[in-house]
């Protein structure tokens, strides 16, 4: 026997029940969204970076921790500490990234140069995975702190360097950071927005070349000094040629920085140098993972949008030994 053909009316009532069906899931999901973004929102209000940046703590404190090898006195409100207290230490996964690469690369036995070292965090990681450590920050307060975090361990081979370096020598204004981030002071008026710093004090300036002559070999060389890399690059041109360390520089674009291009970012180094960038996500302070990518394919986006990268000027000799990730 032959079944008659649904009618119409009851195809519009299974339409229309597939249809309230359908209206509910979504407005089930949107409900669900927007609970997962609130969290996010909360979570983001009590993350150590918002934290400091907004000031919520009802007072700061003082804190000493052990962490990687090293004792760390730090104070909160401050966001490199705050991520010490939290994480266990700022920009995690660039240190591993140095210590993997020290390692691979065989130059345990040479020395570690940190330019805008700081409160000393690269420095104090360093110290027991390096012959020798070379702190150079200008900054008094945060010398002071520098100095009190190296009290606190027994490192004999760390030297501290009271100055900024440039290409050439003299004494230039100084732009304090703000309050939330010690590490933000520069030579440069532009902050990171582009917008003007308060002006400090002239502090000293030196070329690289000119305190690092008899460092002994270098291996490895972290800068991270607000925009000013390029003046300190052209000043350390002699101890590159000779030592040819691997470098992890902060580049900043124009108006913060002034390099503006892949091409003379190359200039600032010597022949066959290769150039890589340190992936960023949010998760790399906590676990210390990284992620190693070619840098030249990423590069005219990245001059083009501005901001500031991690990059890494590798010599070729030594490219094929650089670690390109941490998986844990």
Do not use: C
């Amino acid at each position: 026997m032959r079944l008659a053909p649904p009618g119409y009316r009851f195809l519009f009532v299974v339409t229309a029940l597939f249809t309230v069906g359908a209206v509910a899931l979504a407005v089930t999901y949107r409900n669900r969204w927007q609970a997962a973004s609130a969290e996010v929102a909360l979570r983001n209000e009590m993350n150590p970076f918002a934290i400091s940046m907004n000031k919520t703590r009802d007072k700061e404190y003082a804190f000493v921790v052990e962490n990687y090898g090293y004792k760390y006195r730090g104070t909160s409100g401050n966001l490199i500490d705050d991520a010490v207290i939290v994480f266990g230490a700022w920009e995690k996964h660039i240190l591993f990234f140095l210590e993997d690469y020290t390692a691979a690369a065989g130059v345990r036995d040479t020395a570690f140069v940190d330019v805008g070292a700081n409160t000393g965090q690269y420095t104090l990681f360093m110290a027991p995975r390096a012959k020798a450590v070379h702190a150079i920050e200008p900054f008094p307060p945060v010398l002071k702190t520098l100095h009190a975090n190296l009290a606190l361990n027994d490192f004999k081979n760390v030297t501290v360097h009271e100055v900024g370096l440039g290409d050439k020598p003299g004494s230039i204004p100084f732009f304090e950071p703000a309050d939330a981030n010690h590490g933000g002071g520069t030579f440069r008026e532009e902050g990171h927005d582009g917008k003007g710093q308060k002006r400090s004090a002239d502090l000293p300036v030196v070329t690289g070349d000119s305190i690092l002559a008899s460092a002994g070999p270098i291996g490895t060389m972290k800068i991270d000094i607000e925009g000013f890399e390029e003046a300190a690059l052209k000043g350390l041109r002699q101890t590159l040629e000779m030592n040819r360390p691997l470098v992890v520089v902060e580049v900043s674009t124009p108006p913060a920085g002034t390099i503006a291009s892949l091409e003379q970012l190359k200039g600032l180094f010597p022949a066959d140098y290769e150039f890589f960038v340190l992936v960023e996500n949010e998760k790399q302070f906590v676990t210390g993972r990284y992620e190693v990518k070619e840098f030249p394919p990423l590069a005219d986006a990245f001059f083009k949008e501005g901001g500031q990268r991690n990059l890494i000027a590798v010599p070729t000799e030594k490219a094929d030994k650089m670690p390109r990730s941490r998986a844990k």
